[in-house]
Structures are given as structure tokens and as C-alpha cells.
């Protein structure tokens, strides 16, 4: 008798707010008192600083400037320390070396410049080479880019990766969470103090702050790992998309989450969360598998930045690139914050109508239609 007084008044004295903050809390603090999470977590963070710093240092690797040299300038760089010299016939065959990326740059004469000979280049010239020359040779660039090749592909791995395992993680948390509590029927006694909204709230909100907090540390690790490296131009690039990247991540994390919920509520066993949840895994790996592949594609990143399951990762990535004007993740936020609002509603209905049916798997149409 006197725990169902005591349930009854927990539930006319708390709010929605305070009930939504209460299995917050429960979250947070049930993953803080887990071994397992805070040595996965140690883990993760020991193996970000370590590639970050061997990243950062690879590339202050001093080996030699592979560049290919026409005959009429092999005098110019006979003495030029630090390169590895391929001969060439003519401009031509350097050009084409250039091009195919068997060389980073090529010396070809040239008797219009005043130093008699002229850098050719890809995208951006060799440093090292224009200071090993002393002179500063008139530079042709074929193809403009503002960002090597090697580097893009790093990033975007980075934040491909970081995007999907964040989510997949949490996700997969929130979902086990939900399938427990209605097979040890604890969800019942929940339900009685706390409005079914509020518990699924709560579990969204706990397991965000979870994730944003990994996410956060993850972005500071980067900051030390480049600052102790040297990489500071690196980090000038990069510290507008991580920021962007992190914005991006809290809404398209809360979009996932309550739909992991929703889909975890429509069964009753654990062995049965993939039947439910498996689409919304392939929703979170096609960004990161399209980021990679297509890292050089301008037009899928584009797609990709206005899509909300891979905004998160799409526009940080065109920010990166230089690619995205202003206003353009603006409005990609706001697409990804209404998608998040309609997820959030029907997520809630589907939990609602699916969490005390116990048994076999709840039928999406039945889930929606209550």
C-alpha cells in the first residue's frame, strides 16, 4: 500500500520536465557506473590522440619532393637538396607525370621567365621545392584545389567514421535499454510515476549528453594532437567544420535516437531489436561509406549536405572543401532541425502505442495507428 501511495505521489508532485531529467539522469549514470563503456571510452580516446599525433607528424615528414625535370632545367636543381629527380623529354611528359600523380610537381625551362625555368604543378606547389630552388619561379597551377588529396581523404574518413559509430553506439544503447525494461516488466512501475513522453525523452536526452560529451572530447583531442604536431594551418582549416560538424551531430543524433527507441518499443526480446532497428543501422553507414568514396565528388557532397541522415557529415565535409557558401549550412540545419521535430513526433507514437505490447513484434501500421 504504501508504494502505491508513494508511486502516486511521485507522479501528481513531478513535472514533465523533472520526469524527463530524472531518466536523464538514470541514463548518464547507469553508463558512468558501467567498466565495460568507460573502458571502450578510454580506448576510443587513447587511439584518436595516438592518430591524430602520427598523422601530424607523418606529415612533417621530411622525405624527398618527387619531381619530374626537363633536360633544359636539370641545371637548376643539380644541387637542390631533398628531391628525387625523374628526367623527362620534354614539357609535355612532365605535364602528364603531374597529372597522373606519379611526381608532385615538375621543373620545365622556360626562357620567358626570368629564372629560365618554371614550376608545374597539380594543385599547389611543393614548398620545399620553391625554397630549394632560392628563387621564386612563376608557378602554373592545371588544377586549383585548395586542399591535397591525402588530407581529404583523412578527413573525411574522420568524420565519417565518427558520425557512425557515435550514432550506432548510442542508438544500439537506447534500444537495448528500452527491450529490457519491458521484458523485467520495470517499465510498467516506470510508466505509473513518469508519463510514457517523459521516459522516452529522458532516454534520448541522457544518451545525447553521452554522445555530445565523447564528441566534444574526440574534437579537443584533434585540437591538442595538430597544436603538438605543428599542424597549425591544418587546424585553421579544420576548427570551422568540427564545430559545424559538432552542431550537426547533436540534431542528427536526437533524430536517430528517438527512432531507435521507437523501433526498439515495437518488441520484447532482445534477439528481436535488429528486425526493428537493421534499416536504421544501413541510414547511419551509407553516410560515412558515401563520404569516402565520393570525397572528390562535389555533386554527392552536396546531396549529401542538404539529406538529413547525412547532413552531419556532408556539409562539415563541404565546409572543409571551401565548397558550401554561407548561408548554406543554415539552411541545411534547418532542413535536418524540422526532420528531427517530425522524427521526435512520430517516434513518440509509435512508443507510446507499442510499449506494453508485449509478445510478438508490433507491426508498423498498427504502431502508428495505435
Do not use: H
Amino acid at each position: 500500500m504504501s508504494t502505491l501511495t508513494s508511486t502516486r505521489t511521485t507522479a501528481d508532485t513531478l513535472t514533465f520536465a523533472q520526469s524527463t531529467w530524472l531518466v536523464a539522469e538514470r541514463e548518464v549514470g547507469s553508463k558512468m557506473r558501467s567498466k565495460a563503456f568507460l573502458i571502450s571510452t578510454a580506448i576510443l580516446f587513447l587511439g584518436a590522440l595516438a592518430l591524430v599525433i602520427w598523422g601530424g607528424f607523418q606529415a612533417q615528414s621530411t622525405n624527398g619532393t618527387p619531381v619530374a625535370v626537363t633536360a633544359d632545367a636539370a641545371q637548376y636543381v643539380q644541387d637542390t637538396p631533398g628531391l628525387e629527380v625523374t628526367a623527362v623529354a620534354d614539357r609535355a611528359e612532365a605535364e602528364a607525370l603531374v597529372e597522373a600523380g606519379d611526381v608532385d610537381a615538375a621543373v620545365v625551362g622556360d626562357q620567358s621567365s626570368p629564372t629560365g625555368f618554371t614550376i608545374v604543378a597539380e594543385s599547389s606547389a611543393p614548398t620545399m621545392l620553391i625554397m630549394g630552388l632560392a628563387q621564386l619561379p612563376p608557378v602554373e597551377l592545371l588544377d586549383p584545389n585548395p586542399t591535397n588529396d591525402a588530407l581529404r581523404f583523412l578527413v573525411a574518413i574522420g568524420f565519417g567514421i565518427v558520425f557512425m559509430m557515435g550514432a550506432m553506439l548510442f542508438g544500439a544503447t537506447i534500444a537495448q535499454s528500452v527491450v529490457e525494461e519491458k521484458q523485467t516488466r520495470v517499465v510498467e512501475l516506470l510508466i505509473s510515476a513518469i508519463p510514457v513522453r517523459a521516459l522516452l525523452a529522458g532516454k534520448v536526452i541522457g544518451n545525447t549528453i553521452l554522445a555530445m560529451g565523447q564528441i566534444l572530447v574526440l574534437a579537443g583531442i584533434a585540437v591538442v594532437g595538430l597544436v603538438v604536431t605543428g599542424q597549425t594551418e591544418v587546424l585553421r582549416l579544420l576548427g570551422l567544420p568540427i564545430a559545424w560538424f559538432a552542431i550537426f551531430f547533436l540534431f542528427g543524433f536526437i533524430l536517430l535516437a528517438a527512432l531507435f527507441a521507437a523501433g526498439a518499443a515495437m518488441v520484447s526480446r532482445q534477439e528481436d531489436i535488429g528486425s526493428t532497428t537493421t534499416p536504421l543501422t544501413f541510414i547511419i553507414m551509407a553516410p560515412y561509406f558515401l563520404v569516402v568514396f565520393f570525397n572528390d565528388n562535389p555533386v554527392v557532397l552536396t546531396i549529401m549536405s542538404y539529406v538529413p541522415f547525412s547532413a552531419p557529415v556532408g556539409m562539415p565535409m563541404r565546409l572543409f572543401l571551401g565548397e558550401a557558401q554561407w548561408w548554406e549550412p543554415l539552411l541545411s540545419l534547418a532542413i535536418l532541425a524540422a526532420t528531427c521535430v517530425l522524427a521526435i513526433l512520430v517516434g513518440a507514437k509509435i512508443y507510446e502505442n507499442s510499449l506494453l505490447r508485449m509478445g510478438a513484434r508490433v507491426k508498423l501500421r498498427e504502431a502508428l495507428a495505435g
